[in-house]
């Protein structure tokens, strides 16, 4: 069974970093892309980032570009994304999620972290 | 990376078929076979209806179908139940190499 369990999420201020993680099992998560994905309270889905199945292609939104960082350790199952800079805009949910490459469609869904930016 | 265009809400009787629409470009929807729809109920991840345009992931009922021409990308429900009611989100690669969600669609059950 798939799993994925995402961690690292709390409480911090404007400007701060944070790194959040993602625990991966059920499947060989070296030959899976990954993404991140968040979703600010009571607002809809947004794709922030995503990293090729070996760690040597990366995208990331504009919104995040620059400020975040996606990286994977294969030895030891776990996606990561580094946040820095983080601004109030950033507050959302991150889940991560699994696809079988970088174009196809994310299928399996952690049940997210929550970050947030505040003062 | 402007987020795909999408009714804000529909909603339809039990027994009914509703449809969503999720309006994008040339260089997101209207070039690649990778929309995918999501249902997300309050609380919850998101759960994968349909990937590459009109297929269905194991498990997911037969009442969910979907279609696309040109720009635009449609999700339809049939014979809905009271247990379809949620939040649904189309999805596409795009030209830049990134994905792009879109606004979201608030389906009621009446």
């Known amino acids: 069974e798939v799993q994925l369990l995402e961690s690292g999420g709390g409480l911090v201020q404007p400007g701060g970093s944070l790194r959040v993680s993602c625990a991966a099992s059920g499947f060989t998560f070296s030959n899976s892309a990954m993404s991140w994905v968040r979703q600010a309270p009571g607002k809809g889905l947004e794709w922030v980032s995503v990293i090729s199945g070996s760690g040597g292609t990366t995208y990331y939104a504009d919104s995040v570009k620059g400020r975040f960082t996606i990286s994977r350790d294969n030895s030891k199952n776990t996606l990561y994304l580094q946040m820095n800079s983080l601004r109030a805009e950033d507050t959302a949910i991150y889940y991560c999620a699994k696809s079988i490459r970088i174009a196809a469609t994310p299928d399996y869904w952690g049940q997210g972290t929550l970050v947030t930016v505040s003062s | ?110």
């Open chain 2, 1 to 110: 990376q402007s987020a795909l265009t999408q009714p804000a809400s529909v909603s339809g009787s039990p027994g009914q078929s509703i449809t969503i629409s999720c309006t994008g470009t040339s260089s997101d929807v209207g070039n690649y076979n990778y929309v995918s729809w999501y249902q997300q109920h309050p609380g919850k991840a998101p759960k994968l209806m349909i990937y590459d345009v009109t297929n269905r992931p194991s498990g997911v009922s037969n009442r969910f179908s979907a279609s696309k021409s040109g720009n635009t990308a449609s999700l339809t429900i049939s014979g809905l139940q009271a247990e379809d009611e949620a939040d649904y989100y189309c999805s596409s690669y795009t030209s830049s190499s990134t994905r792009v969600f879109g606004g979201g669609t608030k389906l009621t059950v009446l």
